[in-house]
């Protein structure tokens, strides 16, 4: 009898182990979408909006870059989220569906390249003859 039940007991801390083994790792945690803005001309745009919405559509917020054109949104569930730049009068192209994890960080860059027509902040002038 004892014999059985020793056996019993090693299969199941057996079996135990495999089913760990076998199962992804969760991460937990919140998820951080960050990244930089960058300008027609390559460069980082300082205090420009980011405007962020989970792809169903519900909850837009809008952060603003730092003066280096970085920006960072964290304590995001996971899910996936649609992402818009602007700045100077310029928009980017909107990001769809950016899939964020349980604990994931992922990095951005956005560029800046619409606009009804480019803004004098972005047009190099010519220098005077």
């Known amino acids: 009898m004892r014999r059985a039940l020793l056996l019993i007991v090693i299969f199941l801390l057996v079996l135990a182990a495999v089913?760990?083994?076998?199962?992804?790792p969760q991460r937990k945690?919140?998820?951080?979408?960050?990244?930089?803005?960058?300008?027609p001309d390559d460069r980082p745009v300082a205090h420009a909006s980011v405007s962020y919405q989970s792809s169903s559509g519900s909850a837009p917020h809008v952060v603003r870059t730092d003066a280096h054109g970085q920006f960072s949104i964290s304590k995001l569930k996971a899910?996936?989220?649609?992402?818009?730049a602007s700045?100077?009068?310029?928009?980017?192209t909107w990001e769809k569906n950016v899939t964020l994890r349980s604990g994931?960080?992922?990095?951005l860059t956005l560029r800046l390249i619409?606009?009804?027509e480019i803004p004098k902040a972005y047009v190099k002038s010519k220098?005077?003859?």
């Open 19 to 24: 089913r760990d083994t076998w199962a992804a």
């Open 104 to 107: 994931e960080t992922k990095n």
């Open 114 to 116: 619409y606009a009804k």
């Open 127 to 129: 220098p005077k003859q």
């Open 29 to 39: 945690g919140s998820s951080t979408l960050s990244g930089v803005v960058l300008g």
């Open 79 to 84: 899910d996936n989220y649609d992402l818009r």
């Open 87 to 92: 700045g100077k009068g310029v928009f980017s």
